[in-house]
């Protein structure tokens, strides 16, 4: 695996490749949900390129970003592993050279506004600018993206379907802990007692997602009811909201493909998911 960490020696190594080249953006701290978008980059690609750096613009607080774990040497020994031809791995200095102040911006209207939005604000215009760097500086055919993040997914889709980038987007399935936990690097903040409690989460979105297919379509009592029992495992909801799958607007009685999104705090982490629901005609 090659290891480079500026982008003229990224460009020269990916130009030598030929082939179909994948990206996976990642901020490192590498758990099995990253390495499930490594395995199906490689099978929809010949060469994969996987980006770690810990990205500045999109967090709302300083004390995140300091926080943030950065586990490079062993992020680095499993890509290796799973055979990634190139690891990218820039520091703040190659990604903003002038700093982050004077530095052009990427904002997706409507889609980034609500949810992890409006909890976090600027973070998905931090999102879709580094994502829009890296594209450029790869230049991939695909990307790959986790669909844990589903409001992210959907910003990085409009972004790239706005700007006309050529590439094709790819949403891999989210990667669960045996009970339910949708694995996560912030997952490591949890201590014993709160991490038995967080797969709650989970529980009230396979219970909605049940109780829509069983024909209940009032969205609002359907989002109270999981707020209540999430309270009541212990946490703090942020937002749980039933959604059309296609753009997050606000479903009807007709509408088929729906997502369930979720957000609660577990003492000082924040812990977000989802759930895709199809429901019969």
Not at 43 to 57: H, I, T, Y
Not at 126 to 133: L, M
Not at 251 to 257: C, L, T
Request: charged residues 25%.
């Amino acid at each position: 695996m090659k290891r480079v960490s500026q982008v003229a020696g990224l460009r020269s190594a990916v130009q030598a490749f030929g082939g179909r080249v994948a990206l996976v953006p990642t901020m490192g701290n590498l758990h099995q949900g990253h390495l499930a978008l490594v395995k199906r980059a490689q099978e929809v690609a010949e060469r994969v390129v996987v980006s770690v750096f810990v990205n500045p613009l999109q967090f709302d607080r300083e004390e995140d970003l300091e926080a943030y774990p950065r586990t490079l040497e062993e992020d680095a020994r499993l890509l290796e592993a799973e055979g990634v031809d190139l690891l990218f791995a820039p520091g703040v200095e190659s990604i903003y050279p002038e700093g982050m102040e004077v530095h052009t911006r990427v904002e997706v209207p409507v889609v980034s506004e609500n949810f992890c939005g409006a909890s976090r604000p600027g973070h998905f215009v931090g999102v879709a600018t580094i994502v829009c760097k890296l594209l450029n500086m790869v230049q991939p055919q695909v990307a790959l993206f986790g669909r844990k993040d589903y409001q992210q997914l959907l910003v990085i889709r409009k972004m790239v379907a706005d700007l006309a980038l050529p590439v094709e987007i790819i949403g891999v399935p989210t990667v669960r802990e045996a009970d339910g936990l949708a694995m996560s690097s912030r997952n490591n903040y949890l201590d014993e007692s709160e991490r038995r409690r967080a797969p709650a989460i989970y529980r009230a979105l396979l219970q909605t997602a049940e109780r829509l297919r069983s024909g209940q379509r009032d969205f609002g009592n359907l989002e109270a009811l999981a707020v209540k029992e999430i309270e009541e495992a212990g946490l703090k909801p942020d937002y749980f909201s039933i959604r059309r799958a296609a753009d997050l607007g606000e479903p009807d009685e007709a509408s088929q493909h729906l997502v369930i999104l979720a957000a609660a705090f577990l003492g000082k982490t924040r812990l977000i998911d989802n759930l895709e629901v199809e429901l019969p005609q």
